[in-house]
């Protein structure tokens, strides 16, 4: 069955404004090939010049709205990185390149990811609605976990600029 291509690019535009709303769901998706030749699903974990392929099928799930899910917090601790997340920002990339940062969202704070899952085969994110967080940061098929100091604001200081 054929359908007609204002049809179809018109069912393609709605799904793309309906992934930018407010609103957070579960889903699970259709599973993402690795982009690496592994044989599991993959999300390259980020800090610095370091970057770690973290294998989500090798990974415990939690129940979160009756599907089973990974931890953002376990796959942190998978890649061996060493640092505490709680101190860092995280941003999350799709990918097709897609970043919360394109629909002005800021990259979030550390202490969230323990609240936060991806679903072990489609790389789809959501967080614990508790949070209240906007749609954009509900990434599917994410390909990179990048974590970063954040950026000291005006007026911050350290004890070692006083």
Not at 33 to 58: M, Q, R
Not at 121 to 142: K, M
Not at 149 to 156: I, L
Request: net charge negative; with cysteine; aromatic share 6%.
């Amino acid at each position: 069955m054929k359908f007609p291509l204002h049809l179809v690019l018109f069912a393609v535009t709605m799904g793309l404004t309906a992934a930018c709303g407010d609103e957070q769901s579960v889903d699970s998706g259709q599973p993402s090939p690795s982009n690496d030749g592994a044989t599991g699903v993959i999300v390259t974990v980020t800090l610095e010049n370091k970057s770690v392929p973290v294998d989500l099928g090798t990974l415990g799930t939690t129940a979160y709205k009756g599907v089973e899910l990974v931890k953002l917090s376990d796959v942190w601790a998978a890649s061996g990185i060493g640092v505490d997340p709680t101190t860092l920002e995280f941003e999350f990339v799709s990918a097709d390149g897609f970043r919360p940062s394109s629909k002005g969202c800021d990259d979030l704070a550390g202490s969230n990811i323990d609240k936060g899952f991806i679903h072990p085969t489609s790389r789809n994110i959501t967080w614990d609605e508790t949070l209240g967080l906007r749609g954009c940061y509900a990434v599917n098929d994410t390909e990179q976990m990048n974590g970063h100091v954040p950026e000291k604001k005006t007026g911050d200081t350290d004890a070692a600029d006083r």
